[in-house]
């Protein structure tokens, strides 16, 4: 069974609808298709109507941002609910902040390069959670760049003069937030040290002290020594150990089921949390 936990549609910085998301997911063999989201659970309605209709089944998560000193970390939320409030105002919070950093990078830019914030807008779906990868595909459409991972690897990369940070909750104050909700917390790539600061072994007992459940392991950021670390440490503390695709569409090169979660570790998210696995899969592809 290919399970990915891993994705994104347009509702935040991927390329395709949920629902075009899911198709393509149920048309590559996946068998069950983590929809994740930045900082929303906009995509949910419609990832659960194509889900069911194209015999897929699906865990509906969001990807949160969340920071701790200079460190970036992303909590993937599994089966929370979407209308707990404090969560809601939470996430509502991160996607205002992250307009007002992208603003303040597109005017960074905008010294050295022609790029205005309608160029910006322009790649941002209605109701999107607007990302560096918006500004990506600006700069790209512009000619300013080849492709979004030229502009990851440059304008936009680690140590860039032009990005600045975005107030949003540390590790722990999410973690919290996802518990209360009745979600599951999953660190999202932890170690993935090419991305920039990334979190320590110590780190991430400590975020297992307070009440996370599980750690991404497989991902293609991941090297093939950080992954036998990190599940060294998922033995050692009972975490649940996923891999995913991290999928964005035709925006990163990353390509669907690539990396995946055995069933016993999508049994034990689905125990935890609070909301049930949409299952459009025939009776015989349940397992």
Known sequence: MLIDLHTH??????TQSPGDLVREAADVGVDVLGLTDHDTTAGWAEAERAALESGIALVRGAELSTRTGATSVHLLSY??????????AALERSRTARVRRAEAIVANLA???????????AQVAPGATVGRPHI???????????????????????GS??????????????IGLVLAAGGVPVLAHPFAHLRGASLTAEQLIE?????????????????????IALR???????LVVTGSSDYHGTGKRNRLGENGTAPDQLAAVLERGRLPLVDGRPAGRRG
Not at 143 to 148: I, T, V
Not at 161 to 174: A, F, R
Not at 208 to 223: K, Q
Not at 232 to 238: I, K, N
């Open 136 to 158: 990506a595909d600006a700069l790209v459409a512009a000619g300013a760049a080849p492709s979004r991972d030229a502009v990851f690897a440059g304008l936009l990369g680690e």
């Open 79 to 88: 089966l929370h609910d979407p209308a707990d409030v404090p969560l809601l």
């Open 161 to 174: 003069p032009y990005v600045v940070h975005y107030d949003v909750p540390t590790p722990q104050e999410m």
């Open 207 to 227: 975020l297992a002290a307070c009440g996370l459940m599980g750690v991404e392991v497989d991902h293609r950021d991941h090297a093939q020594e950080d992954r």
């Open 111 to 121: 010294r050295d390069v022609d790029l205005t914030w309608a160029d910006v807008a």
């Open 232 to 238: 060294g440490l998922a033995r050692e503390l009972d």
């Open 9 to 14: 549609s347009a509702a935040s910085d991927g």
